[in-house]
């Protein structure tokens, strides 16, 4: 069930209202219930089996180090009380015993970490991942003849894998380092790990910070509801028209690219870098904007990343919390990890200590990168565009930001001026394209061979002979592209200084409803919708 579909709205609208009539103690318990009948709505609903079953193997783990402290606090307990009262003469056994149960607890909660991450982990690459080796053998393979000898197996992936084992991977984490406390009934902890708005494109939750929440009693409130359905609205503006519009242009240009080469490349790569965002972030909106009305706030996951000035930036405003998650549970495990602490210091004592130290960091975002790229599909095409090619930028990036600053001194450039800036925006905006190529490409060649046709035609001329409009849009519809783009543009420009929400919140009463009922017209007499329609699949979905 298409969270863009007529018949989402209808399931959604219903367990509002069921919401906010239960007592308010019982709030949590339907939104559990509604993230059951939703995940067993989607295409693949019989394989909710897999998130339950991540779900209980969690609990299981989180139990046993439970057990296993409070049986040593315990322990502990009962030995200082012995002591104290003096009645065992044999302290320096219980000295030596208490030293050999200290380090027993600690082991055995390990033990239980571990597990749960290996389970995990194994499940998502099993069912996700397979298909990365089956496209590595399928590669070779077309080296020598035509043809597959391996078929994918997408069919056994759940909806949502990487966002629910995400999440619950790094609730265990946090609870065996005591930074989160210990949810003690399996059914909350099953609303946590699959809460139907997070299951479509996230965001990945951190339950320190955004769990208890999901329990407490939420009083309806006029105006978290309706914020909540504006940005909802806003969400839909982006996916039904300019997502669907995109879409078209990128479909015919990177369906046939060697009748559409140069300038067309050019246009269809930004086309998708416009769909692959406004779908990502539009679906983002319906999914926080579905929270607010219940009366939750989730962590936001852009916050305008085609204005970033570096590749950093760039992901500290693009999928946050993906990034967030994978510097805490990945990066910096990574770098403290005793094999990277023995290779630092043959580092730092062959090449010195901020360079080897710099070394060390790269080595570790190398492992980063590789880590988010296959993240996003189990096929090179993904490894490459949104990971190891990122790593290059950023690592080219501070190893020649000295050499930058020098000759910029040298020709008298002040790097804070204004235009200085707008061009990096530029330069940053293009390098994520050349990644986009990659990511929708059909193949990591079929992405060399489009990045070749793109600078080996020369053709300008296509954007004023009209041929711009055999792309998918007529001249209206592109026109309507282009439109929807400069409102993004400027509202987007707007929330650079704050909240539009808000500032629509101070209008009187009358500008506030032309405002948003324009809105709402235009997405439906511009958009797709209707009963019989569901949008074009959020491209994140299988994730």
């Not at 322990?75 to 149960?101: C, F, I, R, T, Y």
Request: proline share 3%.
């Amino acid at each position: 069930m298409s969270i863009t579909s007529f018949y989402f709205l209808l399931f959604y609208a219903f367990v509002l209202l069921i919401y906010y009539i239960v007592p308010k103690k019982g709030q949590w318990v339907i939104l559990l219930l509604a993230s059951i009948l939703y995940y067993l709505f989607s295409d693949n609903g019989f394989l909710i089996f897999y998130p339950l079953a991540a779900v209980l193997v969690c609990h299981l783990g989180v139990r046993r180090m439970v057990q296993v402290r409070e049986r040593a606090k315990a322990q502990k307990e009962e030995m200082s009380s012995a002591e104290n009262s003096g009645k065992s003469p044999q302290k320096s056994l219980q000295k030596s015993l208490w030293k050999s149960l200290r380090k027993s607890p600690e082991r055995l909660c390990r033990q239980a970490l571990v597990a749960v991450i290996v389970i995990n982990v194994g499940v998502l690459f099993l069912l996700k991942y397979i298909n990365f080796g089956i496209n590595t053998v399928n590669g070779i393979v077309s080296f020598f003849r035509e043809g597959e000898i391996l078929h994918g197996l997408n069919w056994l992936v759940p909806l949502g894998i990487s966002y629910y084992s995400l999440t619950l991977i790094g609730y265990v984490v946090d609870v065996y380092f005591e930074i989160a406390k210990p949810l003690k009934n399996p059914a909350k902890l099953a609303l946590y790990g699959m809460f139907f708005p997070c299951m479509l494109s996230g965001p990945i939750l951190k339950f320190r910070e955004d769990g208890d929440q999901l329990y407490e009693p939420h009083p309806f409130d006029y105006v978290q509801v309706t914020r909540g359905m504006q940005r909802m609205l806003w969400g839909f503006f982006k996916v039904l028209v300019i997502s669907e519009r995109m879409g078209l242009i990128v479909d015919t240009v990177y369906g046939n690219y060697a009748q559409y080469p140069g300038l067309y490349i050019w246009i269809g790569t930004v086309a998708f870098a416009f769909q692959l965002y406004t779908n990502f972030s539009g679906g983002m909106d319906i999914s926080l904007g579905i929270a607010q009305t219940f009366g939750l706030k989730l962590p936001e996951n852009f916050e305008r990343p085609f204005f970033s000035k570096t590749i950093s930036e760039y992901w500290r405003r693009w999928h946050i919390t993906l990034g967030v998650w994978m510097k805490e549970y990945v990066f910096y495990p990574i770098l403290r990890s005793a094999m990277f602490t023995k290779l630092g210091k043959k580092l730092r004592a062959r090449f010195g200590k901020k360079r080897g130290k710099q070394l060390t960091t790269f080595a570790g975002m190398f492992l980063l990168w590789f880590a988010v790229g296959i993240w996003h599909g189990g096929d090179w095409k993904y490894v490459i565009g949104s990971g190891l090619l990122h790593w290059a930028y950023i690592g080219c990036g501070e190893l020649l930001e000295p050499v930058y600053a020098k000759g910029m001194a040298k020709l008298g450039i002040d790097s804070r001026a204004r235009w200085v800036d707008r061009l990096r925006v530029l330069r940053t905006f293009f390098l994520v394209n050349i990644g986009f190529v990659f990511f929708r490409a059909d193949s990591v060649g079929a992405a060399f061979s489009m990045l070749e046709g793109a600078v080996s035609v020369f053709n300008p001329g296509i954007l004023i002979d009209g041929s711009i409009f055999a792309l998918g849009l007529d001249w209206i519809e592109f026109t309507i592209a282009v439109v929807s783009l400069l409102m993004l543009l400027g509202v987007s420009l707007l929330q650079e200084k704050g909240s539009v929400r808000e500032r629509i919140g101070k209008k009187s009463l009358p500008v506030r409803w032309i405002i948003w009922y324009a809105l709402l017209f235009y997405v439906i007499l511009l958009g797709n919708y209707g009963p019989d329609y569901s949008a074009a699949e959020f491209i994140y979905q299988g994730f």
